[in-house]
């Protein structure tokens, strides 16, 4: 850990990363990261493409144990509690942290079923009436229930770009995780669409740990509070995302965020 | 002289025609390169070789087979007009059956002649074919000199013979891909007119109605009422082919390519999905005699150890089973495809929200790929009912109405092949039924591709 | 909406209990697809070893050799006239016969195959002396014999097969007769050559007729076809060919080629027309994408340097296709080689005693033969239907196993 980062550890951080990488076979994507991601702030990666924010923020919900050619060193806890421990159970850690994708990937179910998903496998919902219930919360949250509630047994799969994203937003919100990763969730959308879910994510603040990766410079800058650049596997500096804008102390990420690549 | 001889000696005027025109052509378009026109000099040699060579033996080709069409016409008219002839019975069958005998021995297939009539002819018919075979051959011959002549004489350094080998082949490419309709046009229309000569005997309703099957009874001159009705067949091949063996395939096939693409290490599927395979190409006769011999006995023994009655030596389940297991690799290879088609994400998306494999594949990828797997599964029915060597030689042939899996019940298939083997005499309702029959399984296996390519067809859009 | 956040206590007993319910699931799920994999594939172990388990023994035979007194035997024949026609005079059989009862005993018609005579009949044509002396010629045993021989007869003569072990004449070997015969009346002597003539006959014909016109119809579909109405009926066709069942074809060459144009019944030339409309569609799918498969960039490359369309398609694409049209082709003529239904509908399950000599005589093919001999009640064709089985599965397994081969090889990463 650099000095600057350990003036940036939370005092009490939701996860926490020691010293993670992250290996495909014989190649390394991630190469020692350390960072803290805290429950007050929205935190942001950034960074050029194939520099492994995808891939560091699927370690945080172990979705990379899904690629047979990944392997993960270090550590990462959740609450204190090491998550690639043995003891730890990884569907109950992705119920607690939950991710949104890229591209919207909505079930080709209701939309009602697409919400109820999560809720029935962990076997949340008491009832019909609960799982209603349930289901009108999450899609208020999702900023969507307006919008569907008169056709919510038509397809998940007939709604706009935006739409989707929205419900899968709130598919992930319905199982009442603590964290929420979103992958690029605005990159396949239009202007509009996206400001409605930059929107949404300034109402979830607070409600849970958000960590968001976006290639858009402008969108970190205004939906999040703390910024990480990576770069080749390394997590070159990481701090408020104010200073992370206007005063870099790194040269590659000045570089980077004046636009000279990436 | 013979057929071969032909042969021989037009594919030596052709490889003849196909060296001298290549030559000539390298000399005159040496001489008009010279001029240093850039235009003087069109088609390779090689082009020309081969546009005097297809000169040649085309034209000779196309009148041999006309002549081997009407080549033994003219022989048995001029054998008519022999004074010997003179003395042949008048009724037809007789008749031939001596031309036929006289035509054997003279062309040396037949030693001896059993009709003494027909040793008369021998003569009359050796001259007559060796006429025509000289004929035949001479003709042949000069077409060929002429076409080959013809052509060398076109022979120019600008003259385009590319350009027209080139048509030909394109031409015959193009009838080569006609094969496919002739022969669509084909099965149809000779099912359709042998099936209309039996609709003529016998009443479509009471054939496709009927409910007792004794084509035998027919035979043997009880009339056709009542002998024709295939509901006892249909009924056993959709008894065996669609439920049995899909109670079989369905299952084994679904959680094996399940097992295999979700599941398996990449070893284990390098090498199982191979190994299940190989039961697709095992030939049906194999599984036939697997089923009468190991399968359908122990059916027999243990349904009658539990106290069934009916149970037969061969009998619907055992059929159904082996066909079943014939059919797993169909399913597993469609359900294997469906479930890749459904895209990653939605895989990550089941396993994010915390949903176990087992979950994601049960609650995800199956609704998701259901409809290729439903197209997969009508696939597999439809190469079912049409099997036959396996209902052939372990469902029977009683044509029983029942659906006790221990009893024996027969397919349509199977009546095709036992109408159609052992002694046929044409036309009969008997033999003609196994046209209806055909048409019948015909339309079915078409509807259900049909239908099954329009589903998986729709789905595969739905991800594209 | 409620502002108060109550999180899901995933500590809790019943969320902990609920969670290995669902590992529990996982794991009987994960169960399932294992063993449905396993008993595919034990299914198919199944066969194979109840093939080889009773087929294996159709490949040896066993034999008496028989201690023949010449002299004395009742047989007169001058052995410096030894002609076809003395020796059919000769009443071989019922010489044996007697022969066989002074040397085995009253049963010696039971221990002795009915063609037992043919053995002792080629002894003496080759080498006539020995109808002056005592010889020993080994003649093949009965069914009931071989069978006990190889522990699968009756009590009788598994008594028998002792006490003739015992005198020391009783072998069993190869039985090279199963390779080179045709087929017979007594499973002691029947053999499979004829039926794999019939059978390389037929393919000869399929291969012949299918491959140029699936080549063809595959090149003029992917190459030139223009995209109308008629190119998507050539297409329906082709696809739908390929779906109709085989029998459906049996049906189309008894009608067209045997009543309408009068070919000859039961012949490879007939049977290799059938098959090769059914193998015409597998070549023409597996062409197209072996050509589709070729880069368009060569194509562009070729016609760039000034060659026309057909010189592109000939020289260039074409010869990049070939592998796949091989191992396309190679599976059609395994399927075909496999198929009895449509072969029984032409007439191709004629008793072939003789190998055909051509394209037009009556013939059979292996699986026919395989069929047919399926139906013989006599208890030792079981062994000889399993060992031809076992020869046909092998032929399949080569021409898999090469196509297998041919892709591995010629498979190319563009
Ligand atoms: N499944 C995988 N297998 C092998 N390499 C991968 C895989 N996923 C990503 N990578 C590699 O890891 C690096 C980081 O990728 P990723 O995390 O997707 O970057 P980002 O999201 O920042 O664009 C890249 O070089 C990429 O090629
Ligand atoms: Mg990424």
Redesign the interface.
Known sequence: MTEEQIKLAIENPKMSARDVKVFYGEKQAIKGVSIDVGMDHVTAFIGPSGCGKSTFLRTLNRMNDTVASARVEGEITLDGENIYAPSMDVVQLRARVGMVFQKPNPFPKSIYENIAYGPRIHGLAAGKADMDVIVEKSLRRAGLWDEVKDRLHDSGTALSGGQQQRLCIGRAIAVEPEVILMDEPCSALDPIATAKIEELIHELRGRYAIVIVTHNMQQAARVSQRTAFFHLGDLVEYGVTSDIFTNPRQERTKDYITGRYG | MTGPAILLLLAGLGAIAWVSARARALRLQTVARATGRRDAVHSLPGYHGWYVALWTLIPAAIFLIIWVNVAPGLVTQSVLADPAAQSLPLDGFSRSAILGEARAIASGNQAGAFNPLSQGLVEPYRAALDKYGIAGAVLALVLAFAGGAFAFTRIRPDFRARTRVERLVMASLLIASLIAIITTVGIVASLLWESFRFFSMVNPIDFLFGTKWSPQSAAMGYGNDDAFGAVPLFWGTIFIGAIIAMIVAIPLGLMSAIYLTQYASPTVRKWMKPTLEMLAGVPTVVYGYFAALTIAPALRDFAVAIGIHGASSESALAAGLVMGVMIIPFVSSMADDSIAAVPQSMRDGSLAMGATTSETIRKVLIPAALPGVVGGVLLAVSRAIGETMIVVMAAGLAANLTANPFASVTTVTTQIVQLLTGDQEFDSAKTLAAFALGLVLFIVTLLLNIVALRVVKKYREAYE | ??AV????D?KSEA?RK??AG??A??RR??F??????V???S??AF?LV??MG?GLRGFTRTEIALKVDFPASPLLLDPKAITDEALANANLPMVTGTVAKTVLGEKADDLLSPTAWISIRDAIKADPMILSRTATISVPASTGLDLAAKSKGSPEMEAEVARLKQQGILSTGFNMGFLTASDGTDPTQVGIWGAFKGSLLTMLVTLILSF??GV??A???EE??AKNWWTD??EV?????A???????G??G???FL?LAHLPRSAALVGGMTLA?MT??VI?IAGRNAIKSVPPSIRDAALGIGA???QVV?QHVLPLALPGILTGTIIGM??A?????PL??IGM?AFIATPPGGITDPATVL??Q??LW?DEVSKGF?EK??AA?IV??AF?LAM?GLA?YLRNKFETRW
């Not at chain 3, 066709?237 to 060919?241: E, F, M, Q």
């Not at chain 3, 779906?243 to 074809?249: D, L, W």
């Not at chain 3, 080689?337 to 239904?341: D, K, N, R, S």
């Open positions: 909406m409620t956040r109550n999180p899901t995933w969320m609920r969670i669902r590992y699931a996982e799920f994960k399932a697809g294992l063993f449905a994999v008993l595919s594939a299914f198919l066969l109840t093939m009773n140029p016109v063809a119809t090149l003029y579909l030139y076809a009926i050539i066709s082709i696809n739908n060919l779906a109709v069942p085989s029998i459906i074809f049906l189309l008894l009608s067209i009543n409309l015409m569609p023409v026309s369309p057909v000939f395994a399927r080689l496999g198929e009895t239904a029984l509908m399950r699986p026919v395989i069929f399926s079981v239907t399993s089985i046909l599965l399949l898999n297998i």
